[in-house]
């Protein structure tokens, strides 16, 4: 169990965070590998993250929304990366950052609810797994203690399950008066360390709205945040970050370039704060499904099928965008629509954690995705 400077250092974090999003859960683990989950609520567009800029149907289907990408920088002879992910465009650069398109979960349908249910659980279809498999991971990463805090109101579905995880932010947390304020701050101010984290939780508090909140330095005090709980070698092993924000319906040029620059800032303070510990460091970036391909009649996208997903962090073998590219022309859509999901988010999530982990990959997709057991993990996503 975390021992009571951990708990209150945890519920300061959480007394704040939880008035916020994004939000952040936790879990420790027996290894010096630390790995971050940041799920992007709402169905992020991979067409606008990571641009197929080479595919000759882009600039025609895609409008608007390939204007800004002209002079993105580009990845390789197909891609380019969204110009507002300046801090992930570099750890590309540096070999540290790899993404993988034309990828999605097993769900099929466009219900923002069903689709994270099985992002979440790593079911086959919404609500036929109980848990979580970011609480599954737990039983298979070397545990000297079963136990995870949440710093959120709620503990997010993938890290529910028979492992214990608690949340330490209470549902009337996010209305404490000022008052309640105060007299914490007045508890705290007797112990250096803890009145300092609490000292910069409040200072964080005034910063946080949402993602894209403040410019992007909303997102990167969750991310420094984030990074203080996970740096301690007695700290949290592996993390959960919840954005939200991504359900972009119209004008999603403006609305998307915001959301980007957020969680590049996010990805910016991660790394930051990790320092060295950076290099063992391997954080996961995954919608529930993706967007039409088409924009539609108030310069925004629609619920679609495929997405892309990130890996980052020095444990990565980064520096490639990995595709089975199925193509942008009217016969290669999927439904008639949709980008065409070539590529089992289930098994690039099983390889990445086997990998990152130094686990064996097949029991580790059957512990993790027990309805895709069958599916082969992605292989070769982590530096040897």
């Known amino acids: 169990m975390f021992d009571r400077r951990s708990l209150l250092i945890g519920g300061g974090a959480a007394a704040v965070a939880a008035a916020f999003a994004p939000r952040m859960a936790f879990a420790k683990a027996a290894t010096d590998r630390r790995f971050v989950f940041i799920i992007q609520r709402g169905a992020a567009d991979g067409l606008s993250m990571v641009a197929p800029v080479g595919d000759p149907a882009f600039s025609g289907v895609r409008g608007v929304l390939g204007e800004d990408l002209a002079g993105a920088r580009k990845l390789d002879a197909m891609f380019a990366l969204h110009p507002a992910l300046v801090q992930t465009g570099a750890l590309y650069g540096k070999g540290q950052a790899l993404f993988a398109h034309a990828i999605a979960s097993p769900y099929r349908d466009r219900s923002h609810f069903d689709g994270q249910n099985v992002l979440e659980t790593g079911g086959v279809r919404a609500y036929q797994q109980k ?61 250096k360390q803890l009145h300092a984290l609490w000292d910069e939780a409040l200072q964080t508090r005034t ?18 945040l984030a990074a203080k709980l996970l740096l301690p ?44 510990v950076w290099d063992r460091t ?16 108030t310069n925004g996208t629609d619920h679609g099928t495929a997405s892309a997903a990130m890996l980052l962090g020095g444990a990565v073998k980064g520096g490639r965008v990995i ?7 009217p ?37 993790l995705f027990p309805a895709s057991a069958k599916a082969r993990a992605t292989e070769g996503l982590v530096r040897a």
């Open 207 to 224: 910063l946080t709205g949402d993602l894209a909140g403040d410019n992007g330095r909303n997102a990167a005090a969750t991310g420094a």
């Open 282 to 297: 391997m954080v996961l970036v995954a919608t529930e499904f993706g967007r039409t391909v088409a924009v539609n009649g």
């Open 233 to 276: 070698a007695n700290g949290a092993r592996i993390a959960m970050i919840e954005t939200g924000g991504w359900d972009t319906h119209s004008a999603q040029k403006g609305r998307l370039q915001a959301q980007l620059k957020g969680l590049d800032a996010m990805i910016a303070a991660l790394q930051a704060g990790l320092g060295p």
């Open 131 to 191: 848990d979580g498999w970011l609480n599954r991971l737990l039983g298979v990463v070397p545990t000297e203690e079963r136990s995870a805090i949440a710093v959120a109101a709620t503990v997010p579905m993938a890290l529910r399950g028979s492992r214990e995880v608690a949340s330490y932010a209470p549902s009337a947390l996010p209305d404490a008066s000022e008052d309640l304020l105060r007299r914490v701050t007045m508890l705290y101010e007797g112990d």
């Open 331 to 367: 016969a290669a859509l999927y439904e008639g629509r949709d980008l065409k999901p070539t590529m089992g988010l289930d098994a690039f999530i099983g390889g990445a954690v086997a990998g990152h982990f130094a686990l064996d990959p097949a029991p580790t997709m059957a512990a």
């Open 323 to 329: 595709a089975d590219w199925p193509g942008l022309a």
